[in-house]
């Protein structure tokens, strides 16, 4: 069936970090898409920050509690109130930064607490980093693959310059509409609008 809500997840959980402006670029896109294709579903911004989850502290191995409703099941209500979450959503659009070739411990640490609420659900990847995350991108679609989503092929790489990365902090910096319109320049939106188009369609 095609997806008709849609989390959009915020995946770098430090404070302060750049990951909310890159997500509200990601939804700026999608809202235009979504008034475009006239669209019936909803597209909703998850925050692993404001999930609290600790390191990995579940006694039980997720894939093995019963695929149907294993909520009940989990130990504790960190994990109980975020598998009833990603329970609610038939899609997901990781918009994640690269750390070191990889994705930030806050997005596996999150992806692990679950399994059967991610089992056979479409998946879009957003990356970004000073190359464009594109490595990050490659070991989340292992993962997501490993979790037996359905990985949109479209993949998304914004590039974050330098300056950017590190002079967020302060009113002057930050994502300005000069970086915007060089990412839509250097074909972002297209590669957003194509995830999208990917998971829509069931
Ligand atoms: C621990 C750490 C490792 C990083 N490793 C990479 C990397 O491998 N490649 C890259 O392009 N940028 C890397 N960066 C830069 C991040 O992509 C950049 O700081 C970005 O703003 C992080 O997102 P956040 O601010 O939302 O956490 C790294 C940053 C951190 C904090």
Redesign the pocket.
């Known amino acids: 069936m095609a997806p008709t809500n849609i989390a959009l997840v915020?995946?770098?959980?430090?404070e302060?970090?750049?990951?909310?402006s890159?997500t509200e670029y990601v939804h700026s896109i999608l809202a235009e898409e979504i008034a475009r294709t006239n669209w019936p579903g909803k597209i909703s911004i998850v925050d692993l920050a404001a999930q609290h989850l600790p390191l990995y502290n579940e006694p039980a191995i997720p894939s093995h509690l019963p695929s149907q409703d294993p909520t009940p099941h989990y130990t504790h209500a960190h994990t109980r109130a975020w598998s009833a979450l990603v329970k609610e959503y038939d899609a997901f659009i990781f918009v994640t930064?690269?750390?070191?070739?990889?994705i930030?411990a806050s997005l596996k640490n999150a992806i692990d607490y679950l399994f059967h609420e991610w089992t056979g659900k479409p998946a879009g990847i957003v990356t970004?980093?000073?190359?464009?995350?594109g490595?990050?991108g490659e070991h989340l679609v292992g993962i997501l693959n490993g979790l037996r989503m359905a990985v949109a092929q479209t993949r998304v790489g914004i590039v974050?310059r330098r300056e950017?990365?590190?002079g967020?902090v302060g009113s002057a910096g930050g994502v300005g509409e000069e970086d915007r319109e060089g990412w839509r320049g250097a074909g972002v939106k297209e590669g957003i609008r194509g995830v999208f188009g990917e998971l829509v369609k069931g």
């Open positions: 915020t995946c770098s959980t430090r302060p970090r750049l990951n909310p890159i930064p690269q750390y070191n070739w990889s930030p970004y980093g000073g190359r464009g995350g490595k990050a974050v950017v990365m590190e967020w």
